[in-house]
Every structure is written in structure tokens, then in C-alpha cells.
């Protein structure tokens, strides 16, 4: 919501005039508007690091995908452990993908398939943390909050909360996930939620009749701005509120509808999951540093087969238009697309036809970010049941992710007891990729 008051005639009880109040996008419940926002995120930020001008697009596939459905066919295993899906040959010798992914399988030379990532976890909650901080915390499993800060606060944290030169938020949601969240790091590195209160306060909203144009204000933007300067508010606004209105009124909230877009490239991304990823690949163009995207519906206990036929072409389609559509648009250098969950699923099928919890081996999958793509790595057994080679810790994800983001390896922030806590502890950026 955006209100402006400019008429004198009408003093407060305090004495102020009504042209002194000025209400811009107000947030949520706590009554913060985007003005007050923007200087609390200010002022929490330090002094500006040079960064690059690099996104990460993580693709979080909610309740636990199941790594053999998925990237780890196993068609050489017992009937019990291979994919129900079967497989699909790729553009890569010798490399197969679950039966549902046809479209990603024509571009894996633009991807990267990691077989052996693993924790030890089963649990949605600390699976979840372990998987997004890179911190175990078994007791996210029993309800409780994030101990750490999710990647994109650590991102936001970084770069600054908002982009400097376009005002969008560094680090964007579309639905949440636990241990997504700032912890300890603070409010001001939240992620901006595209599906709460925070878009729906870039829509505009003014009180016409403390205006002079107001036919004309209400059709369009540009009079906003002309009757605003006759009124001489603008010349009230302190350097937030400046801020705050240029991004309501500007085209910045024009990225976050993605049927802006043309109507081919929408159509082959499709609807749902693929309106969201391509809404994503506007914003990293734009300049948002970190979105992360929650498409649930994985924690298939049962009729694994049917299920999968359900949510896999689905991810199949948008991926596949995104990594093309970041290839067409010489992106594919600069945002790097992660595609994985809290864990995977048990190597056997289980008496309902599904697979159960399994943490010992998950589905990890990355495209672009400048990073060496076309291939496997790391192995996993031949029940696709653990790593047989070095597993891929998220340690090792989170390093690499700052390896593409430009983040020091060697960042530290200091926890509610002012102790110097690292951020990545232990993790090497892939070697393979980097």
C-alpha cells in the first residue's frame, strides 16, 4: 500500500499537518513500511563488498525426491531397487535419467548429475536444515526454529539486502522452506516471499483526492509523479522513502509478473512450476542475487510410480525451458540452477510401492553458474544405497554456491553471543565443477 496525505488544512492532535504522514507499502503484520525497511536493512548491512553480478536459482523439490527416480535410474539393479519409471537415455555416453525426464535428458550436456550427495538425516525437518544452512540440527525435526542462517540470508547478508542499483531484494522466495530464513543474522536478510503481503505492497494504492491530477493519477504511473511534485511532497521524503516510492513506482515490480513475458517462451515453460521458474530467470536478470523455489509433493511413501508420472514431467518441462531459455539469453554464464531436497528414498521399494525416508543418498542436480557441466559425478552403489565414492556433503553444495555468488569461503558473522561463526565449515566447492 502507498499513502500520501498533502493537504496542510487538517493538523494532527500533535500538531503535525497531514502533508507530515507518509505511508509507503506497509509490511505484513509488524506495521513496518518499506521505507523503515530499507533503512533498517541499511544500517544492519556493512560497508559495501565487491561482488559478482551472479544469481543462484535453487529448485527445492519439498518432502524428499527419490534419487533412483530421478538422476540414478540403477536399470541394472534387482526389479526391487531400480527406477519404476524406467529410464531414458541422454546426450551424455552412456548416462541415463528416470523415465519422466525425456526433455532434460536432450540437454544434459548442459547439466551436471551428482550421485553420491549425502547426509545423515532422514528427518523432514533436519534434513531440510542440514540440506539449506549446511548445518545438522536434529531438533528441527521436532519443531524447532533454524539455529543458522539459510544461504540466501547469508547471500543478502553479503551483497546487501537490497540491489543497489535497482532496489529489488537480493534474496527472493517463492514459497517457504524451513531454515530459509536470516536466524540470527536478522530480520532485515529475509527473503522477499512473492507469495505473501510483501508483492502484494508494491501494488499502488493512493488517496486521489489529496491529489491534484486524480482522474489522471489513476491511469497512469507517470501523472503520479508529476502531481506528487506539485504538491511538494516529494521534496519531503528523506532518502528511504525516495527509495521506497521509485520501487513501487518504477517497472521493478514489473519482473515479478511473468506474464510480461512473450507468449512462446511462456508456453514453453508451461504453467505452475514452469511460471515460477520463468519468473525466476527475470529476476536473476534483473539483478536478484538468490530465489528459492518450493515445489512440494515428494514424500512419495506409496504408489511412487503413479505420483512421479504426476509431478516428474512437470519439473522436466520448466527445467529443461529454463536451462534453454538462460542458454538463449547468454545467462547460463551467470545463474547457476540447484535442483535438490532434504534427502532421497530408500534404494528398495516398500510393500505400498513407494520408497521411504533416506538421507544416505539424495538427488542433487546443477545447471550453468559458469560451472563445468556435462557430466556425473560421484557414483553411488549398485542398489543406488550409499556413495561409492567421496560423498558430496552440503558443505560442499554450500561452498560452491559461494564459489558462484563470489561469497568468501572464509565468511564469518558473529551469533547472538557475538562469537565469530563461519559460515561454511569443513566444504569445498565441487572439484569437478569449479
Excluded at 528427518?123 to 521436532?142: I, L, P, Q, R, S
Aim: aromatic share 6%; hydrophobic share 35%.
Amino acid at each position: 500500500m502507498l499513502q500520501l496525505n498533502g493537504s496542510r488544512r487538517h493538523p494532527d492532535c500533535d500538531g503535525k499537518t497531514r502533508r507530515d504522514f507518509l505511508k509507503i507499502g506497509t509490511l505484513g503484520a509488524t506495521g513496518l513500511t518499506l521505507p523503515a525497511l530499507l533503512q533498517a536493512r541499511a544500517k544492519a548491512a556493512d560497508a559495501g563488498s565487491p561482488t559478482r553480478n551472479t544469481s543462484v536459482v535453487w529448485l527445492w523439490l519439498g518432502g524428499g525426491p527419490t534419487h533412483v527416480e530421478t538422476f540414478d535410474p540403477k536399470m541394472s539393479a534387482p526389479a526391487e531397487y531400480r527406477s519404476v519409471t524406467g529410464a531414458v537415455k541422454t546426450t551424455l555416453p552412456g548416462v541415463e535419467l528416470g523415465g519422466n525426464f525425456g526433455q532434460m535428458a536432450k540437454i544434459a550436456d548442459k547439466m551436471a548429475f551428482v550421485r553420491s550427495f549425502a547426509h545423515r538425516n532422514s528427518g523432514h525437518g533436519g534434513g531440510t536444515h542440514w540440506v539449506m544452512t549446511g548445518y545438522d540440527f536434529a531438533a528441527a525435526d521436532n519443531g524447532a526454529p533454524a539455529n543458522k542462517p539459510g544461504i540466501g540470508a547469508v547471500v543478502a547478508r553479503y551483497r546487501g539486502a537490497n540491489n543497489s542499483r535497482t532496489g529489488l531484494p537480493t534474496y527472493v522466495r517463492m514459497g517457504g522452506i524451513l531454515g530459509d530464513g536470516p536466524s540470527w543474522l536478522g530480520a532485515p536478510y529475509s527473503p522477499f516471499d512473492v507469495q505473501g503481503r510483501a508483492r502484494s505492497n508494491m501494488t499502488l494504492s493512493v488517496a486521489a483526492d489529496r491529489l491534484d491530477d486524480r482522474k489522471t493519477l489513476l491511469k497512469n504511473f507517470d501523472s503520479v509523479d508529476r502531481g506528487l511534485d506539485a504538491t511538494g511532497l516529494m521534496a519531503g521524503m528523506d532518502s528511504f522513502e525516495q527509495q521506497a516510492f521509485d520501487l513501487i513506482l518504477s517497472r521493478a515490480k514489473d519482473v515479478f509478473d511473468p506474464k510480461r513475458e512473450d507468449p512462446k517462451v511462456r508456453d514453453k515453460y508451461g504453467p505452475g512450476l514452469g511460471e515460477q521458474m520463468l519468473m525466476a530467470r527475470r529476476l536473476c536478470e534483473a539483478g536478484v542475487g538468490f530465489v528459492t523455489i518450493h515445489y512440494g509433493g515428494w514424500d512419495m511413501h506409496g504408489g511412487i510410480k503413479t505420483a512421479m508420472d504426476s509431478l516428474g514431467p512437470k519439473v522436466d518441462r520448466a527445467v529443461s525451458a529454463f536451462v534453454d531459455d538462460c542458454g538463449d539469453r547468454g545467462l547460463d554464464q551467470d545463474v547457476l540452477l540447484v535442483i535438490t531436497g532434504e534427502f532421497g528414498r530408500t534404494p528398495r521399494i516398500n510393500g505400498s510401492a513407494g520408497r521411504d525416508h533416506w538421507a544416505p543418498l539424495s538427488t542433487l542436480a546443477l545447471a550453468g553458474g559458469g560451472l563445468r557441466m556435462g557430466q556425473v559425478i560421484g557414483e553411488s552403489t549398485a542398489k543406488a544405497e550409499v556413495p561409492k565414492t567421496t560423498p558430496v556433503t552440503p558443505q560442499d553444495l554450500m561452498a560452491t554456491v559461494f564459489h558462484v555468488l563470489g561469497l568468501p569461503q572464509e565468511i564469518q558473522y558473529k551469533d547472538p553471543t557475538g562469537r565469530p561463526t563461519p559460515m561454511v565449515v569443513g566444504g569445498k566447492p565441487i572439484a569437478e565443477l569449479v
